[in-house]
C-alpha cells in the first residue's frame, strides 16, 4: 500500500479528496444478471480477473467456488492493491461484490466491467474512502 500523501492545506469542514485516503472500497449490487452466468465460476474468474487488471490493478491469486447444482459462486481476487470478491445468488440473478483497491488502482472502472461483461444492473453502489486522515487539530 502506499504512503498517505499529505493532506493540502484545508479547514476540518472540506470535503477529503481521494489523495486524502489510502484506497477507495466499493460495495455494489448487480442484478438482472443470467443465472446461468451466477453459477459459472471460471467464466466469473476471468470476468473479474480481466476488470482487476483493467482497473490497474495487479492480480496475485484467485479462488472460486461454486456450491454445486442451482447454487451460486463465492470468489475473491487477491489483488497487490487489495481484493475484488463476488457472491452470487443465481435464483435472484443477483451478485454482490465487494472492490477496494489503494494506490492508483480504479475500483470504480473493475465495477464497470464486471457489470458490462455480466450485462447487469447496478443497484446499488457505496463508495468508502479508506484511511483518510483527520483534520489537523
Keep these: 500500500m502506499s504512503e498517505l500523501a499529505p493532506a493540502a492545506a484545508s479547514t476540518p469542514t472540506s470535503a ?16 438482472g444478471i443470467a443465472a446461468y452466468l451466477l453459477r459459472d465460476a471460471p467464466t466469473l474468474e476471468s470476468i473479474l480477473v480481466k476488470a482487476a487488471k483493467q482497473a490497474g490493478a495487479r492480480v496475485l491469486s484467485a479462488h472460486f467456488h461454486h ?21 452470487t445468488w443465481p435464483e435472484h440473478r443477483f451478485a454482490a461484490l465487494d472492490i477496494f483497491m489503494c494506490g492508483n488502482a480504479r475500483p470504480d472502472q473493475a465495477v464497470e466491467r464486471i457489470a458490462l461483461d455480466l450485462q447487469a444492473e447496478v443497484k446499488n ?11 489537523p487539530r
Aim: glycine share 14%; charged share 15%; hydrophobic share 40%.
Design 16 to 31: 477529503p479528496t481521494p489523495r486524502d485516503a489510502y484506497g477507495a472500497h466499493v460495495l455494489a449490487d448487480l442484478g
Design 67 to 87: 456450491f454445486g447444482g442451482e447454487h451460486g459462486v463465492t470468489g475473491v481476487v487477491l489483488l497487490a492493491e487489495s481484493h475484488i470478491t463476488i457472491h
Design 125 to 135: 453502489l457505496r463508495t468508502c474512502q479508506r484511511g483518510i486522515a483527520a483534520p
